[in-house]
């Protein structure tokens, strides 16, 4: 009796921690990217959406690992609400993302490869913030796989001249909407409709350092460049 007692118990147990983790679920797991190292592309990104399975609104937190990254590389999360440096790797409590039913919580990891080759393994655990036991993992793989599935096609991005003084152009192979400038502040100086053949002007700025972030059709963030302004001195 004790045993069928015991057995019910782990049971319903195992029941409700499934029950738990089925609230939400990860739309890609795992998330999974290759690309090929350019000096003028300084981060990557694996695009991941949490997508509720509730009929109640929860209150969502995430832990990053960096279970395998080359030396020299940091990784970062993005979600609904921040982007957050590289040493912030747990969520902080009073940031928890809202999950509404029948909606999505952005989980994007973004990693700086320095201008490295390399590879990275980051392992993305998400959770309640009334529950941290209960966690739903994700894995993040860059340059780790060259399976084809869930891997994005590589895209080929050229941005010149850099330093510019007057202008520069990009130049993309597909998937570009629109081009924004940030100065390093974050405040957004410039945008453009992005157009292969054209160039774009930025004689208004003054000089310094700005990135670039070129925006896709789904208008996710696909790259963030560095520009150095530099008006020609004689």
């Given amino acids: 009796m004790k045993s069928i007692l015991l057995f019910v118990a782990l049971f319903l147990t195992a029941t ?15 998330c999974k990217i290759e690309f090929v190292t350019d000096p003028q592309v300084f981060e990557h990104v694996c695009y991941n959406k949490i997508e509720s399975k509730s009929t109640r609104r929860l209150q969502i937190l995430w832990e990053r690992v960096d279970f395998e990254i080359t030396e020299g590389w940091e990784a970062y999360v993005c979600d609904n609400l921040n982007c957050y440096p590289s040493f912030i790797t747990r969520c902080p409590e009073e940031n928890y993302n809202d999950l509404y039913p029948d909606s999505t919580v952005n989980m994007d990891v973004h990693v700086a490869d320095m201008g490295k080759e390399g590879a990275a393994h980051i392992i993305v655990y998400v959770f309640e913030l009334s529950d941290s036991l209960n966690k739903l993992k994700i894995d993040y793989l860059f340059n780790k796989s060259l399976g084809t599935n869930g891997v994005r096609k590589n895209q080929v991005i050229r941005m010149y001249p850099n330093p510019a003084q007057n202008s520069f152009h990009v130049e993309y192979n597909y998937g570009v909407s629109r081009i924004e400038l ?22 208004h700025l003054d000089d310094g350092i700005y990135l670039v972030r070129l925006i896709g059709t789904d208008q996710q963030v696909i790259k963030t ?6 008006a020609d001195r004689p």
Avoid: C, T
């Fill in 225 to 230: 460049l560095k520009l150095h302004k530099r």
């Fill in 16 to 30: 409700a921690m499934q029950a738990q983790v089925n609230k939400f679920e990860a739309r890609e797991s795992p």
């Fill in 182 to 203: 940030f100065n390093l502040m974050g405040k957004k100086v410039s945008g453009f409709q992005a157009q292969g053949s054209r160039s774009y002007d930025i004689s």
